[in-house]
């Protein structure tokens, strides 16, 4: 339809499928004269692989999302397309926690339309890969992969993206590549193949004078502001009309305002520390706590903020002169800096903090008039 190949759709449309291509096709056909539009997909909403701002751009435009139908057939009178039929099934998921789709048994679901657009995506196709050679394959034909070598249950052979664990997106699928490359390159030199590299971390200081924060640290609980629309009744009379109108100055500074600075990092220096606890005062989020150093399990328990995120690290802090601990609980910190600017001997800083992920360089190469070398 971008192409401009295709100016008018029928009145009545059905659009197969629950990706994002699904809902960019039963937009894209409500501007271009389907004013009966819907959509059928197999899975639950939640389960529904389109981002959830499309589905909810998709519905506002009043476009129904039918859960739960999967296609039995094409519904025709000489020659001429008038409906589909659908069979009503229901999630079940086995042990290993996968969706099994199962018949509810109800009478077939018959919906007219005028015409049908697919957009269930593609699936893959191993039929080359002789199943003797040691690939093992689930049920669905879809290889078993580890999930964090990639490595397949034959060790010589890697598979990432749409391959290993079905469509997604080509970001993920580029993620999984830095990976394999990773693994592969382990194998090739005899290495422990989930002995992942660390990721590379640099901080630079940013400490500024008191009320000089280089931050704006002001704390909001403002959601997150949308962007504007285009009114419907001029979007969907044209399909080059832009419907996402973009943030004017004031709302873009408001949707700034939420940042959390999560590009910096509080560094605490105990030698400088004179236990004041105005840091402790200012906080707005009760992260930081002075107590008796104890077991980690037990010290969760004494903090401002009991600290029940068990995935997240302590960020503790001995050699203050009472002999006590600093406490600070990653999981709840803002980054806000207002630590570092109330601190009255400098022991707070706010640095600035990277993190770079391992991932593979490109391959340099130069040109020579033979042709192209590594």
């Not at 990277?354 to 130069?366: E, F, G, Y």
């Amino acid at each position: 339809m971008s192409f401009g190949h295709v100016e008018t759709i029928g009145r009545r449309v059905i659009v197969l499928g629950g990706g994002n291509t699904a809902m960019d096709c039963c937009r894209s056909a409500r501007r271009l004269g389907g004013d009966d539009v819907k959509v059928a997909v197999r899975s639950g909403f939640d389960e529904m692989k389109a981002s959830p701002w499309e589905k909810e751009d998709a519905q506002h435009e009043g476009i129904p999302i039918l859960n739960f139908l999967v296609p039995i057939e094409f519904l025709h009178q000489d020659g001429k397309l008038f409906g589909m039929s659908f069979d009503t099934v229901r999630a079940e998921y086995d042990a290993s926690g996968r969706r099994n789709l199962v018949s509810t048994g109800e009478p077939p679901v018959r919906i007219e339309c005028d015409d049908v657009l697919v957009a269930v995506g593609q699936e893959n196709s191993f039929p080359w890969i002789e199943r003797e050679i040691g690939i093992d394959f689930d049920r669905w034909g879809m290889p078993k992969v580890d999930a964090l070598t990639l490595q397949s249950t034959n060790e010589r052979v890697f598979f990432g993206g749409d391959a290993a664990f079905g469509p997604k997106n080509i970001i993920w699928a580029v993620a999984h590549a830095h990976q394999a490359a990773i693994s592969i390159d382990k194998f090739c030199h005899g290495g422990d193949l989930r002995d992942r590299p660390a990721p590379d971390v640099t901080v630079i200081s940013q400490k500024m004078g008191i009320h000089e924060w280089s931050y704006d640290n002001d704390i909001r609980n403002d959601l997150r502001f949308k962007v504007p629309h285009l009114d419907l009744t001029i979007a969907l009379k044209d399909i080059k009309e832009e419907v996402e109108l973009g943030y004017d100055e004031q709302l873009a500074f408001k949707e700034a305002q939420r940042c959390l600075n999560c590009d910096v990092q509080t560094v605490f220096a105990p030698k400088l520390c004179i236990e004041c606890d105005a840091c402790v005062d200012i906080c707005p989020v009760d992260c930081i706590t002075f107590a008796e150093d104890g077991p980690e399990a037990e010290l969760r328990t004494r903090l401002s903020a009991p600290a029940v995120n068990l995935t997240q690290d302590l960020y503790i802090s001995d050699g203050l002169k009472t002999g006590r601990v600093m406490a600070k609980d990653e999981d709840m910190c803002l980054h806000c800096g207002l630590c570092a600017e109330r601190c009255p001997t400098g022991a707070w800083d706010m640095q600035q903090y990277l993190i770079d992920l391992a991932q593979v360089s490109p391959i340099k190469t130069r040109t020579t008039r033979q042709g192209v070398m590594a």
